[in-house]
């Protein structure tokens, strides 16, 4: 065990050092590759060396300026400018022959060039360049060995979702989470915006919503940093943050159960029109509440309408999230409003009901040039006609085998608030979320994604460390060619990125079979 030990130790030094830019004349041996994460789909190291210094320049074509700008100022690079391609430059440039997320980085002893199939890629292409180089700003002179990567992902939608509903996420911390997602190539942030526990996006045609619901009762005694919404300017800016990082926000909103913050505020939108006057923490309340929507109800679909309106016009994503998970159907058996719309509609049960409901409500996101997207409990009653399952307790493989597209996020591999007992950073990486589809169906895969519910770990510290390190073996199995998979190989460059997640000031999970730092939260 001891000389297992040391040559594991050797190894995670070696990848290490190939990882830290070393000074000027002391380049590693060409044949130690960057442990580049995800790891390329080609990289294959050259001869010779690039010099770099905070002096290099960085060049551009002119509609690229902006991604040119955010890469010096990762880099900690001084001088950007649009002007031909040149010599002692990092290059940057746009192939649209290539994928739209594809890159192409090529180091030789003249010059750095990183091309991608838009602006993008070509991000993509810096944050490669940047696990090459040491974390943060360049203050010295470094040698970079010569280098060819050719890459692009495996999957479209390589995604997170934050639950901000149950505990409030900090504009700061969603910033955050930006950075780190796009350092390691993933491109959707999902963010759960509403849910029994609160309301957390402004809408300005129903201000009641932020007013009362974006806070817990106050016999609950939260912390401030609990409550709380964002408003539209500043989801606006978030948005515009995400989109230069090649990161896209998904926004949700429940329906029609998870609802109770809603009904709160507007009783009158519920079965009953009685609703107490109450939102608690997830662990002080009845967890799955009975009184959602009321699907019989015509006010209920123009209040949905009037939210996807102001949600379509913050959020320029392909995608609207309308959850439809965990809707319990009591309040519908009893309700003569809903019974008289089953009855109207030829709908046979209240599942029935239920996909009547989505597809109405699909009607309004296609209106608005969208597609609708929800949780695997959408299929009940008949999947509406354009619209994208997230499996998470299964239907990905109904949903492809009809045509439509799926998500991944199967509570086996992909829920974060789970245990790392029950889901290991090593799981995750051997998730394989085509395992039970045809190729035809593997068509319709969109992508994995990995889900966080901040009803347990609620502070960013603690989020941190259920996220990390899993999230970034998942961001290797979403992006990485399926036949790269080897555990054994992702974990010597995991373990060379562990100095990086410090400097990140992630306090990631601390495994006992690996080298990490006595700072980090203590295994559980």
């Known amino acids: 065990m001891k000389n297992k030990r040391i040559a594991s130790l050797t190894a995670s030094f070696i990848l290490t050092l190939s990882l830290s830019a070393i000074a000027l004349n002391q380049s590693p041996a060409p044949d130690v590759l960057p442990p580049i994460i995800p790891k390329p789909a080609q990289i294959q190291s050259a001869s010779g060396a690039f010099n770099m210094s905070p002096r290099t320049p960085v060049i551009c074509a002119q509609e690229i300026v902006e991604t040119a700008k955010l890469a010096a100022a990762e880099l900690g690079l001084e001088n950007v400018s649009v002007a031909e391609p040149a010599d002692k430059a990092i290059n940057l440039g746009v192939d649209q022959s290539l994928q739209p997320e594809a890159y192409r980085l090529k180091i030789t002893p003249a010059r750095i060039t990183v091309t991608g199939g838009s602006q993008t890629g070509v991000y993509y292409g810096i944050q490669s360049l940047r696990q090459i180089l040491p974390f943060g700003p360049i203050t010295q002179i470094v040698a970079l060995n010569g280098l060819s990567v050719s890459d692009q992902p495996r999957f479209a939608w390589r995604g997170l979702m934050l639950d901000c509903s149950r505990t409030f996420q900090s504009l700061g911390y969603l910033k955050t989470t930006v950075d780190r997602l796009a350092y390691y190539k993933m491109n959707i942030l999902h963010l759960h915006l509403t849910d029994d526990q609160g309301w957390r996006m402004e809408i300005k045609k129903h201000p009641e919503l932020t007013r009362k619901a974006a806070r817990f009762s106050p016999q609950y005694d939260e912390p401030e940093s609990h409550h709380g919404f964002y408003t539209q300017t500043e989801l606006r800016d978030l948005v515009k943050y995400a989109q230069l990082h090649g990161v896209t926000l998904v926004p949700e909103i429940e329906m029609p159960g998870h609802s109770l913050e809603v009904l709160v505020c507007r009783p009158d939108l519920s079965c009953s029109g009685k609703i107490p006057d109450d939102i608690f923490p997830f662990f002080k309340g009845p967890n799955i509440t009975r009184d959602i929507f009321c699907a019989g109800n015509d006010d209920t679909f123009k209040f949905l309408e009037d939210v996807i309106d102001e949600v379509a016009d913050i959020f320029p994503s392909t995608f609207i999230h309308i959850g439809g998970d965990e809707a319990p159907k009591e309040r519908w058996r009893a309700c003569p409003k809903c019974q008289a719309r089953l009855k109207a509609e030829g709908l046979k049960d209240e599942h029935e009901l239920q996909s009547y409901f989505i597809r109405r409500v699909e009607k309004q996101i296609n209106a608005k040039g969208r597609r609708l997207i929800g949780w695997s409990e959408i299929l009940e009653g008949g999947l509406a006609p354009n619209a994208a399952v997230m499996d998470w307790i299964g239907g990905a493989a109904e949903a492809t085998q009809a045509g439509h597209d799926a998500v991944m996020s199967p509570t086996s591999h992909c829920y974060f608030d789970y245990s790392y007992k ?74 060379a990125h562990l100095p990086i997640l410090e400097k990140m000031d992630i306090r990631f999970y601390k495994s006992p079979v690996a080298s990490w730092s006595q700072k980090n939260v203590p295994e559980q």
């Not at 068509?443 to 510290?461: K, T, V």
């Not at 999230?471 to 190989?489: C, G, K, M, Q």
């Open 422 to 495: 029950s889901i290991s950073t090593e799981k995750v990486y051997a998730f394989n979320p085509v395992a039970k589809l045809s190729p035809d169906q593997a068509q319709h895969l969109l992508g994995i994604q990995a889900n966080f519910w901040s009803h347990i770990d609620r502070e960013p510290a603690l989020v941190d460390r259920q996220l990390f390190p899993r999230l970034i073996s998942l961001a290797e199995r979403a992006w990485s060619p399926a036949e790269t998979t080897d555990w054994n190989h992702f974990k010597s460059r995991l373990d």
